[in-house]
């Protein structure tokens, strides 16, 4: 299973620093510009026919949500390679169900704009590569089989209500808060010779691609957080943090757990409790949480969600 990828590739959590946010035409023109020469299309970038290794895991193994707990150590080596892969598809599914919220962010944010501009048609573009992320994403599961995990329908309706509310500073930080996660997670994927090809092409190509989607982002947050009121800041860290919560409690469904005998409750309980989950959690969204620090967006008592949620 292959993908063609870049040999080096953004670093993560690059773009705000304590400065002023650049130019918006001037960095959505140079987006294009490296959208032209390094975008890939999943459906012949990679081998979808290739067999599936039954001795690789999904994800490495250190990511799963029951890694270091008895309930781990109680499974053979077949059921934690099984477990990997459907919580690979888990993440991937709920990927789905977030790329579908934040196209519609985006396309609400340039609605009326002038389509000449570069950061309408940066957004264009940045929606295109959602969509082909979602379609990778849907075949990884088909391909190994697994079903499309996706949130239960009470979070969906959440979701929906926020992409139909959310605007601003609220909108751009939903988008980092559910990449920058995980982006740091699939970049150990991709580098993990224990993993499956498959997990590991479909991780690169998301990493390259939404490093520019983290970089427009970011710069949109610094830019337009500062303009907001005091009672508007104090909705926005709701929003942010609300939303970031629901992240972390949904990327893996308890469906999953099934796939290898475990009873789905138990073993989301053992999951919630494991303190080397949250703490890699907590580790992936560090990036994230000190931006949406210095720019105000994680402050009050909002910081609460963050808490509760396991991310700081």
Known sequence: MTATVPTTMPTAGTGHSGRRPVDREALSARLLGSAAKKSYDPVVDIDWTAPIPEHLYGLSPEWSTLYGTPMWDSL???QRVTLTIH?????SGVGIWFECLLMQLVLRDIYGDDPAQPHVQWALT??????????????????????????????????????????????????????????????????????????????????VEEARH???????????????????????????AACAAIV??????????????????????????????????????????AFLREVGLVAGPSELLWKRAGLV
Not at 87 to 91: A, G, K, L, M, T
Not at 214 to 240: D, G, N, Y
Request: proline share 6%.
């Open 76 to 78: 053979s080596e077949e």
């Open 87 to 91: 919580e690979y598809c888990s993440i």
């Open 126 to 207: 940045e929606i295109a590569d959602e969509c082909r992320h979602s379609v990778m994403f849907a075949r990884t599961a088909e391909t190994f089989g697994a079903p499309s995990y996706q949130p239960p329908a009470a979070i969906q309706k959440l979701g929906k209500a926020y992409a139909a509310r959310a605007d601003g500073p609220a909108a751009y930080a939903a988008i980092l808060v559910a990449e920058e996660i995980l982006d740091i997670f699939q970049r150990d994927l991709m580098k993990d010779e224990r993993v499956q090809p498959l997990t590991r092409a479909t991780s690169q190509i998301h990493v």
């Open 214 to 240: 983290m970089r427009f982002a970011r710069e949109e947050i610094a830019r337009r957080t500062p303009q907001l009121s005091s009672w508007q800041l104090r909705k926005h860290r709701t929003l942010v």
């Open 248 to 289: 972390a409690e949904n990327l893996v469904q308890p469906e999953v757990y099934a796939s290898v005998g475990l009873d789905p409750k138990e073993a989301r309980a053992v999951a919630r409790a494991n303190p080397h989950y949250r703490d890699k959690l907590r580790d992936a969204s560090a990036g994230l949480v």
